[in-house]
């Protein structure tokens, strides 16, 4: 026996066995969990505004003041299956898609504008 061998071990000099290729579980973990993130923090909350303006569209009724995508501002005339006509000045009418309103106006809002 030598001085060595009290400092370290035969044992632990002896070489290490082969090791197990790495398990790809932490990957698709990871993987889901980032799916997971991206279903909360972006495609839920537009589906959920595509639900609110897909209502808000339905519940339009003649009469209503609504603001286009354009930014024009009218008062609705004719309601279609498709298209919806909005009267924008006195005798002023452009006809237009309903996917074109971007907003109702709570009523009287353009007679103060």
Do not use: C, Y
């Amino acid at each position: 026996m030598n001085l060595l061998d009290l400092l370290v071990s035969p044992a632990m000099a002896q070489a290490a066995p082969a090791g197990q290729p790495p398990s790809m579980m932490p990957t698709f973990i990871m993987l889901g969990l980032f799916f997971v993130l991206m279903w909360f923090m972006m495609i839920r909350p537009q589906m959920k505004r595509q639900k609110e303006h897909r209502a808000m569209l339905e519940k339009l009724q003649k009469g209503d003041e609504v603001v286009t995508t354009g930014g024009i501002a009218g008062r609705v005339d004719n309601i279609g299956e498709n298209f919806i006509s909005v009267e924008v000045a006195d005798g002023v009418r452009i006809k237009m898609q309903r996917g074109a309103i971007s907003t109702v106006l709570p009523k009287g809002t353009l007679k103060s504008a």
